[in-house]
């Protein structure tokens, strides 16, 4: 057995990773303070996950393989959108951590739609390789989703962190400004065939321990 691949800490980042897409997913059956709250407990708990995940020897090694992308321009609006909907006005936040910041004086707006469906993008191309079972695409895909958390959305989670905490903890009293957003989103005409059976299957067959045991 690979111990890179398999071992206990890529298991736990892949069960992470798997619950932190079906968030993403599923955000149209959420309310908007559910959505909130649920997403400021798995994200601390994904990026602690990223950060242990194990050194591989093979990181610099080049290889032939072209590594499959599942998440398409169009899946990708569907979440953002699904997002950016049930969020509201509450979608933009201004950052400091940002690329653009070297060119300007100001704070740069993000958007929390956009920072999480960055995230989703590479964790979901990530566990979709995964759990095909190809031990050396698996060994790559994980590579490369290490490096873009180095890279690229290991920052962008903590800057989304700190504007979701913003709105967990606000003192303003938004009970009563929470709407469930099933019949205000628009839903896709394809959308039962955004995720794969296989992918589905996977999802139904990991452990949820962990995240069980966090979510008490």
């Not at 899946?75 to 070297?102: K, P, T």
């Amino acid at each position: 057995m690979d111990n890179y691949i398999f071992s206990k800490n890529t298991i736990e980042f892949v069960t992470v990773g798997v619950e932190f897409c079906a968030l993403m997913e599923k955000v149209q059956e959420s309310e908007k303070n559910e959505f909130i709250d649920t997403a400021v407990k798995i994200l601390p708990l994904l990026y602690l996950k990223a950060v242990l995940l194990p050194d591989s020897n093979e990181e610099d090694e080049e290889y032939d393989i072209n590594i499959e992308h599942f998440v398409t321009e169009e899946i990708y609006e569907y979440i953002r959108n699904s997002i950016e909907q049930i969020l509201g006005e509450q979608d933009s936040y201004l950052e400091v951590f940002h690329a653009d910041m070297q060119y300007s004086e100001s704070p740069i707006i993000a958007y929390i739609s956009e920072d999480l469906t960055d995230i989703y993008q590479d964790i979901k191309d990530f566990i979709s390789v995964y759990s095909l079972g190809n031990e050396e695409c698996m060994r790559i895909s994980l590579n490369e989703c290490k490096n873009n958390f180095a890279d690229y959305w290991g920052q962008k989670l903590v800057n989304v962190l700190r504007a979701l905490h913003s709105l967990r903890y606000s003192s303003e009293d938004t009970d009563d400004e929470e709407v469930h957003h099933h019949d205000n989103v628009k839903q896709p005409t394809n959308g039962n065939n955004l995720f794969s059976q296989r992918q589905e299957s996977w999802k139904e067959d990991m452990n949820m321990d962990e995240w069980n045991k966090w979510n008490e």
